[in-house]
């Protein structure tokens, strides 16, 4: 195990889990938020070390717009979901 907590904030539940699977299997723990207004109210219990975000999510807030407010937290690395095509 790394360790290292990862918040994959994805509306689509079947990427979501894929991305998921995917990181446990590499020894990550996941937490997972469908918005950006849920990753946001998880983040301070949670403290993720990095956010992998959806930037064409989601109900709520869209993806890179509550970026910065991720910086509050433990120095949060974040790697944006680009939309294929």
Known sequence: MTGHKIMIVEDD?????????YLEKNGY???MAESGDEAL???????????I?????CPGKAGLIPAPSFGRFRSPHLIPKLPEG
């Open 13 to 21: 539940a079947e990427i979501r889990d894929i991305i998921r699977l």
């Open 29 to 31: 723990s996941v937490i």
């Open 41 to 51: 109210a998880m983040a301070p219990a949670e403290q993720p070390d990095l956010f």
């Open 53 to 57: 975000l959806d930037v064409l999510c």
